[in-house]
């Protein structure tokens, strides 16, 4: 599961009907805390659970009338929740108290994206500092309100990768080791899958029904016409245990028992501090005192749960990410050059998806250098077109509110990593292009050349900045910071986690012809550069995958071309059915699945109406 869930549409027009409300954080904080303030603890957790379990059917569910991001509100809801010191812990969340909560978990948000957004008055548009609250904004959007875009297997991945060779750190620090703390999660998500098959899965045969009108009442005469007694329906093949979720709350299957939580073959010493290690601790709540939505999320450091002598087990991701990152910040801070080390496994990382992609034929030449001098990452050879490949392990720092000061942080961070990959795969690129012969050396031993690259041997060239980070809006639209010369050619720039998974899923679907699909896809996406409005470069590359003849004429279009998160839907939709990771989870059983339906054309003017509104035509930048 990805976690881009964030509708920036419907953000920016609340926003703009927000401007006059000048509450506080504080105010609407207080607020909050009053309608928490006797609700049972189990209760909040259970429906905090069920906003994440049920995004599937966001569209269809009244419960996400009011909330834009809910996996990031659903957490912070809980650190509110756990803040307040003297809870009375004895009403259950109805419809109508949800209402309320929810009304006030979609003000703070508003609120607080309002304060960076609409500093002139409220023209978002047309600020005199345009140019960079565009980049604030839409940086602090992107960091504020999304989960982090990946999948489960690629941040376990990263754990193995980057934290089990200090296997033996951890161990002496925490007590346990990275395979058992595997073991212990890959446990969980074991009964949160069980109990979601149980339950929530055949549920999915209604919301089909509700979601296809048409199709129920093609079923629905089918039995009138059969004589099938209403009040039988509900037993016939096609509806059996349809409706048996409607008896409890999704967010239950995320419930256990203490005796079935802990019991996995772990050394108990071990299995305890794995346990303790992601068990939230509700006086650290406390004793952090208010809590404000762009805070650092308790609850993602530690998103284990425990009432009474039963477990509240999140979904499997928001578990892994807790060990990679807490563990990694950890070595980070106690490991000499640990870093250095996770810079060059990234490295490594980067040419193993490129190797996984390109036919034998390719050749690779990691670690090179043309002047004797300088490193370079990776240098990719297909027939005669030559990819420039250089990988950016650096941080994105939680940008400010403050429109100039966060635009200063965001284009520091922006320089370390996509400005500072570009400037090194320039050079290497204008020496391909220079039409003279290019000799390859080893970085390592300087004096072996590993290749003499005749002029005839070089056609096209591109360059591509792989970063371990996703930086959204400003790596999309590479024109906002990039600084280039007018006529040299934009870079693709794109998060490991992205390009892995375009092209796992680019070669699955056209198969051998999938390397010259790719390269097809680095000329048109060069083309969106400077008039795509984009969040996320999935959605571009889903467009890609689901029409491409039309991505390829909006390429070069003389107007803004908005990208929406359908356009990404792919994805997810073969998740579901075995998507192809080295490393991924139950995937003979996801191979079973039936392909799920997913959005396959675009009407490219959906934001017309939010662009009148605006006062903004079509070609105008901001």
């Keep these: 599961m990805r976690t881009n869930s964030f509708d920036f549409e419907r953000a920016l027009k609340k926003m703009e009907r927000l401007r006059k409300n000048n509450r506080s954080q504080e105010e609407i904080i207080d607020d909050l805390k009053r309608e928490l303030v006797t609700i049972n603890e189990l209760s909040l957790l259970t429906h905090a659970m069920r906003l994440i379990v049920e995004l599937d059917c966001r569209k269809s569910s009244e419960l996400y009338i009011n909330v834009e991001s809910p996996m990031k509100q659903a957490l912070y809801l809980i650190d509110v929740y756990y803040s307040i010191a003297d809870r009375d812990g004895i009403e259950d969340i109805t419809d109508a108290k949800w209402d309320v909560i929810s009304q006030l978990l979609d003000e703070m948000e508003m609120a607080y994206f309002k304060a960076v957004g609409l500093p002139n008055g409220g023209d978002v548009f047309h600020d005199e500092r345009d140019e960079k609250l565009e980049v604030q904004l839409s940086s602090f959007l992107f960091y504020f309100s999304n989960g982090k875009l990946c999948y489960e297997e690629q941040t376990l991945d990263r754990l193995m990768r980057s934290c089990k060779p200090y296997d033996d750190v951890i161990q002496n620090q925490f007590g346990f080791g990275v395979d058992d703390a595997v073991k212990f999660v890959l446990h969980v998500r074991d009964l949160n899958n069980r109990k979601y098959t149980e339950t929530i899965y055949k549920g999915s045969k209604y919301h089909y029904y509700s979601q296809y009108p048409e199709e129920w009442t093609k079923l629905a005469s089918g039995y009138i016409d059969k004589g099938i007694d209403p009040s039988d329906w509900a037993n016939q093949p096609e509806l059996k245990g349809a409706f ?5 709350n999704p967010g239950e299957i995320c419930i256990h028992g203490q005796d079935e939580v802990e019991n996995v073959d772990i050394d108990r010493g071990s299995l305890l501090n794995i346990i303790n290690f992601l068990l939230y601790d509700p006086q650290r709540a406390i004793d952090a005192g208010t809590v404000y939505y762009a805070d650092k999320r308790l609850s993602e450091e530690m998103p284990l749960f425990k009432v009474g002598d039963r477990y509240i087990c999140p979904i499997t991701k928001f578990l892994i990410e807790a060990l990679y990152y807490r563990l990694s910040a950890e070595l980070q801070r106690i490991v000499t050059k640990y870093n250095e080390r996770k810079g060059e496994v990234f490295e490594t990382k980067v040419l193993d998806v490129f190797q996984r992609f390109f036919p ?42 403050d429109a100039e000061r966060g635009y200063e942080r965001i284009k520091t961070d922006f320089a370390k990593a996509v400005q500072y990959g570009y400037d090194q795969c320039k050079r290497i690129e204008d020496a391909l292009c220079s039409g003279n012969a290019v000799d390859l050396y080893d970085a390592k031993h300087i004096g072996k050349l590993l290749y003499h690259v005749a002029p005839h041997e070089i056609g096209d060239v591109w360059s591509v900045v792989v970063t371990d980070y996703n930086y959204g809006p400003i790596q999309t639209d590479l024109s906002k910071l990039l600084n280039k010369e007018p006529d040299d050619l934009y870079p693709l720039s794109i998060g490991i986690d992205d390009l892995e998974t375009f092209l796992i899923l680019m070669k699955r679907l056209w ?10 896809y680095l000329d048109y996406r060069e083309r969106y550069q400077e008039h795509v409005k984009c969040f996320d470069e999935l959605e571009l590359a889903g467009f890609y995958l689901c029409d491409r003849d039309q991505f390829k004429r909006y390429a070069d279009v003389d107007s803004n071309v908005i990208t929406t998160p359908e356009m990404g839907e792919i994805f997810d939709a073969y998740y579901r059915v075995g998507f192809g990771f080295p490393n991924e989870l139950n995937y003979e059983d996801k191979r079973h699945h039936r392909l799920p339906e997913y959005s396959k054309t675009f009407v490219m003017d959906d934001l017309a109406e939010l662009r009148q509104e605006y006062g903004v035509n079509a070609k105008d930048n901001h």
């Design 511 to 520: 198969k051998g012809v999938a390397p010259y699909r790719f390269v097809e």
């Design 360 to 401: 034998s034929k390719t050749r690779f030449y990691s670690s090179y250098t043309i002047d004797r001098v300088c490193e370079n990452d990776l240098l990719i050879k297909f027939g005669t077109t030559w990819i420039v490949v250089e990988c950016k392990n650096c941080g994105f720092r939680a940008p400010f509110r």
């Design 244 to 248: 048996d979720f409607l008896l409890i």
